[in-house]
């Protein structure tokens, strides 16, 4: 056969082969992880009639804040096993392991004990395949080749099919049978993208097996040591009633905070940034508060929202009663119908786009007008809140992370100092820890009684937050020396 009548590289739309697996396997964990959480509030809150466990709302709004926040606080812990200790594509095939094993566990373990479990092997795996996935589809590309882009597109619209589609299914198996074959769909859909992850996992080769800072081997006893001290405290503290589900979101917000402020500490004071380095860092200050703001009420969706949408939402459709989960399945269409257009818009924009203190800034005070939208339906009573009214506010919801969120994680590389690259893209995520388990621990006040002062009171908050950062903007443009 000659050079000529070769059969083309096979191609998934056009980029390298194995992208497909790590589509895949991403579309399938986002599935699994928003197809059990979009029913997972209502099963620690629904009476054991209903199929739940019959905590009070406010412990159960607390737990899924804490596993939100975890979940982001993992992912540090994933960076760094990659980084150190197996590289980046074998913490994301164990990573995989581990969530299909708590959506295992969810299905099959009865009560606390099942969601103990589940939820803590989930937080632990997402974070692994969260930190992971992203770097490994960067593997598949060198710096000058232009499919770049169009790769990250097609993983990120891989993200948001798996997040549509999870809630509408798993949601409608919980309402037609019971939560458990709701999480155990969730673990179906792990188990399928961990198959097709594996038959295609050796073509992951080169830096995607890498361990780029390898750990020395003196070291590796202490930090064992470490890890395993760490855990039997947070067993005794649980086990000893220390470490109650009702306080386990303000827990992760506190530790979040202090990690982030220990490592703005570190940062700071290292003698191996320059001046220029340290300004840039200080500019990042605001927009992580800005950030952590953003989230504490963007992440009420899984909280707040699910509580709105059992309770007072109208979820009657042609006689036919949705599933609470679906209204999680909102978003992510808006996410794929917008994402392009602000992409379009910026790169039309070019130079004359705005800075990113706007930007960080316009999503704050729209996230908060957000909340200000709940207004108009306080107080109507059990099924009066109108389902296109809500899909309205979801609307305004996903234009407000779309001026933060995509820009966020950018901005923390090339503000980061050389000497802390990893660090600095570690506190953008604890920026999304800090506020997902704010939102649990704010949700916790929440009640149908007072929606007026809830709504209004949060949404005017992160509105002056949001004005106060805009009107801060030149300095901390002037800070960050030349990035925008």
Same mark, same amino acid.
């Given at each position: 056969?000659?050079?000529?009548?070769?059969?083309?590289?096979?191609?998934?739309?056009?980029?390298?082969?194995?992208?497909?697996?790590?589509?895949?396997?991403?579309?399938?964990?986002?599935?699994?992880?928003?197809?059990?959480?979009?029913?997972?509030?209502?099963?620690?809150?629904?009476?054991?009639?209903?199929?739940?466990?019959?905590?009070?709302?406010?412990?159960?709004?607390?737990?899924?804040?804490?596993?939100?926040?975890?979940?982001?606080?993992?992912?540090?812990?994933?960076?760094?096993?990659?980084?150190?200790?197996?590289?980046?594509?074998?913490?994301?095939?164990?990573?995989?392991?581990?969530?299909?094993?708590?959506?295992?566990?969810?299905?099959?373990?009865?009560?606390?004990?099942?969601?103990?479990?589940?939820?803590?092997?989930?937080?632990?795996?997402?974070?692994?395949?969260?930190?992971?996935?992203?770097?490994?589809?960067?593997?598949?590309?060198?710096?000058?080749?232009?499919? $770049?882009?169009?790769?990250?597109?097609?993983?990120?619209?891989?993200?948001?099919?798996?997040?549509?589609?999870?809630?509408?299914?798993?949601?409608?198996?919980?309402?037609?049978?019971?939560?458990?074959?709701?999480?155990?769909?969730?673990?179906?859909?792990?188990?399928?993208?961990?198959?097709?992850?594996?038959?295609?996992?050796?073509?992951?080769?080169?830096?995607?097996?890498?361990?780029?800072?390898?750990?020395?081997?003196?070291?590796?006893?202490?930090?064992?040591?470490?890890?395993?001290?760490?855990?039997?405290?947070?067993?005794?503290?649980?086990?000893?009633?220390?470490?109650?589900?009702?306080?386990?979101?303000?827990?992760?917000?506190?530790?979040?905070?202090?990690?982030?402020?220990?490592?703005?500490?570190?940062?700071?004071?290292?003698?191996?940034?320059?001046?220029?380095?340290?300004?840039?860092?200080?500019?990042?200050?605001?927009?992580?508060?800005?950030?952590?703001?953003?989230?504490?009420?963007?992440?009420?969706?899984?909280?707040?929202?699910?509580?709105?949408?059992?309770?007072?939402?109208?979820?009657?459709?042609?006689?036919?009663?949705?599933?609470?989960?679906?209204?999680?399945?909102?978003?992510?269409?808006?996410?794929?119908?917008?994402?392009?257009?602000?992409?379009?818009?910026?790169?039309?924009?070019?130079? $004359?786009?705005?800075?990113?203190?706007?930007?960080?800034?316009?999503?704050?005070?729209?996230?908060?007008?957000?909340?200000?939208?709940?207004?108009?339906?306080?107080?109507?009573?059990?099924?009066?809140?109108?389902?296109?009214?809500?899909?309205?506010?979801?609307?305004?919801?996903?234009?407000?992370?779309?001026?933060?969120?995509?820009?966020?994680?950018?901005?923390?590389?090339?503000?980061?100092?050389?000497?802390?690259?990893?660090?600095?893209?570690?506190?953008?995520?604890?920026?999304?820890?800090?506020?997902?388990?704010?939102?649990?621990?704010?949700?916790?006040?929440?009640?149908?009684?007072?929606?007026?002062?809830?709504?209004?009171?949060?949404?005017?908050?992160?509105?002056?937050?949001?004005?106060?950062?805009?009107?801060?903007?030149?300095?901390?443009? $002037?800070?960050?020396?030349?990035?925008?």
């Amino acid at each position: 056969m000659t050079t000529q009548e070769r059969t083309p590289e096979r191609t998934f739309f056009g980029q390298p082969p194995v992208l497909a697996n790590l589509f895949g396997v991403e579309l399938w964990e986002r599935f699994s992880f928003y197809g059990m959480q979009g029913i997972l509030l209502i099963y620690l809150y629904y009476t054991a009639a209903q199929g739940g466990l019959g905590l009070s709302a406010a412990t159960a709004t607390s737990i899924v804040g804490a596993y939100g926040g975890a979940v982001y606080l993992s992912t540090i812990l994933g960076a760094w096993t990659a980084d150190r200790l197996l590289g980046p594509e074998r913490v994301l095939f164990l990573s995989a392991i581990l969530v299909m094993a708590g959506h295992i566990s969810l299905a099959v373990l009865p009560g606390l004990t099942g969601v103990t479990a589940g939820l803590i092997l989930i937080a632990v795996g997402s974070g692994g395949v969260k930190a992971n996935a992203t770097s490994l589809v960067g593997t598949l590309y060198d710096e000058h080749d232009e499919r $770049r882009d169009a790769g990250f597109s097609l993983f990120y619209l891989g993200i948001n099919l798996g997040a549509l589609l999870g809630p509408l299914l798993t949601g409608l198996l919980q309402k037609t049978w019971g939560f458990h074959w709701g999480f155990g769909l969730a673990a179906v859909g792990m188990a399928v993208g961990l198959t097709q992850y594996a038959l295609g996992r050796k073509r992951l080769t080169g830096p995607a097996r890498v361990v780029p800072n390898p750990l020395p081997a003196r070291r590796r006893l202490p930090v064992a040591l470490a890890l395993a001290a760490a855990v039997v405290l947070v067993v005794v503290l649980a086990v000893t009633g220390v470490l109650r589900a009702a306080y386990l979101s303000n827990v992760v917000v506190v530790l979040s905070a202090l990690a982030a402020v220990a490592y703005f500490v570190v940062i700071l004071t290292s003698g191996r940034i320059t001046a220029v380095e340290r300004r840039r860092v200080y500019a990042f200050i605001p927009l992580f508060v800005a950030s952590a703001v953003f989230w504490s009420l963007y992440q009420q969706q899984f909280t707040v929202v699910t509580i709105y949408s059992d309770q007072r939402l109208d979820r009657n459709l042609f006689g036919w009663e949705m599933p609470v989960s679906w209204v999680q399945s909102i978003n992510p269409v808006f996410i794929i119908v917008l994402s392009g257009v602000f992409a379009a818009l910026w790169t039309r924009l070019g130079p $004359r786009q705005p800075s990113t203190p706007i930007k960080f800034a316009a999503g704050t005070v729209i996230m908060g007008l957000a909340f200000l939208l709940f207004l108009p339906l306080a107080g109507g009573g059990p099924n009066s809140a109108p389902l296109l009214a809500l899909a309205g506010i979801l609307l305004v919801f996903t234009v407000a992370e779309l001026l933060l969120s995509p820009v966020g994680l950018s901005l923390s590389t090339k503000l980061a100092p050389e000497a802390f690259h990893t660090q600095m893209v570690a506190l953008f995520f604890l920026s999304v820890a800090l506020g997902t388990a704010a939102s649990g621990t704010l949700a916790t006040y929440y009640d149908e009684s007072h929606e007026t002062a809830y709504f209004g009171i949060l949404g005017l908050i992160a509105i002056v937050i949001g004005v106060a950062l805009a009107l801060a903007a030149k300095p901390i443009t $002037r800070l960050m020396s030349g990035v925008r």
